[in-house]
């Protein structure tokens, strides 16, 4: 069995714990149902959050994509269920609520989750402009993360980005990590868009992309004519860049040095987390692409992502008129949702100066 589905067996009976007391006030604010029902919906609830995982770990289907995905829209929706009946709940100890009042805010919950749905699912294109000293020339770097290939975003979401790709005045393509998600099998046709893609793409794993078999990620990305830098370095137009994988070995600070610089050029790090950037900087790194985040992918979450991580999202310049770049991914984690961040592929113009 694999990482990602012991996991969610392992907080499984929580979940549904949860799900049950959250379904039981929730009715009780409608005028309630009989508890039989709640245990028999928050059953399904616990079945479909660990079972489709199983299944796809051997073989990708339809069906069991379809309740992945059902998942993922009710661990949203009882996030926003649980904010909107404590705010009920505050609202209600100053003031008398009338029963449509309730019920206007709870529909508040499905309203937003359509916004939600299609924010997630409209890919848009961002542009954000690097100026560098050792530039040999200008040049267009479409920059994107966090595919999530796997369960809830499946071969679709291959063919948008290609789509999108195609539609960029752009020389080259970086992915910075987890372009698959881990929660379904890597067959090796499963990229095969990219091979219609007219740029150059270059992918360094993440942690998500070792989920399941590494070995299945790499293959798909070979045959569809991906560049994989798995802690190797390659040039391109005057650009030394460099892939840094996710390590599970050695989760402590990653080991790089100087003898990858080049110099006269602009050294470029492909990294996953956006980690360590200060050292990297230091070391002559003028660029780190990074992912991760997701930008907190939805609010309440964006804040705390903020709080987590130093770099949530954006482009930074430090003192030394260095850059970091965390893009907020193109597909989603565990749920298909977006609110506050963008599905997203930015073009990188990198400017001489």
Not at 107 to 122: D, E, F, Q, R
Not at 140 to 159: P, T
Not at 331 to 348: A, F, H, K, N, Q
Request: hydrophobic share 45%; with cysteine; aromatic share 14%.
């Amino acid at each position: 069995m694999n990482f990602t589905t012991k996991r969610a067996m392992a907080i499984t009976p929580f979940y549904m714990l949860f799900e049950f007391f959250l379904l039981k006030y929730i009715f009780l604010l409608v005028g309630g149902i009989d508890t039989g029902y709640i245990l028999i919906l928050t059953l399904f609830i616990g079945l479909i959050h660990f079972v489709p995982l199983y299944f796809e770990s051997k073989k990708s289907r339809v069906i069991t994509r379809f309740f992945s995905t059902l998942d993922g829209l009710c661990m949203w929706a009882s996030v926003m269920f649980l904010i909107d009946i404590v705010f009920i709940y505050i609202l209600g100890r100053f003031v008398v609520l009338p029963f449509e009042i309730i019920l206007i805010l709870l529909l508040i919950v499905p309203l937003l989750g359509i916004y939600n749905y299609w924010k997630a699912h409209n890919l848009v294109v961002n542009e954000k402009t690097i100026e560098l000293g050792n530039l040999e020339r200008d040049i267009n770097i479409a920059h994107l993360s966090d595919v999530h290939f796997g369960l809830i975003r499946h071969k679709k979401i291959i063919e948008d980005i290609a789509d999108k790709l195609n539609g960029l005045d752009c020389e080259l393509a970086i992915i910075s990590g987890d372009l698959t998600d881990g929660t379904s099998v890597v067959e090796p046709d499963d990229l095969m868009a990219f091979c219609n893609v007219g740029m150059p793409i270059v992918f360094t794993p993440g942690n998500h992309d070792f989920y399941l078999e590494i070995d299945d990620v790499m293959e798909a990305c070979r045959k569809a004519g991906i560049i994989v830098l798995d802690n190797e370095s390659m040039e391109f137009a005057g650009l030394n860049i460099h892939g840094l994988s996710y390590s599970f070995d050695d989760r402590s600070k990653p080991k790089l040095d100087e003898s990858l610089i080049r110099q006269n050029k602009v050294n470029i790090l492909n990294y996953h987390v956006p980690y360590y950037w200060d050292d990297f900087s230091a070391m002559g790194f003028d660029v780190q692409l990074s992912g991760h985040t997701h930008g907190g992918q939805f609010y309440p979450a964006v804040w705390f992502g903020n709080l987590m991580f130093k770099y949530n999202k954006g482009l930074f310049k430090n003192d030394l008129g260095r850059y970091i770049h965390v893009t907020t991914g193109v597909g989603s984690m565990g749920t298909p949702m977006r609110w506050g961040t963008d599905s997203e592929i930015v073009v990188l113009k990198l400017k001489k100066v």
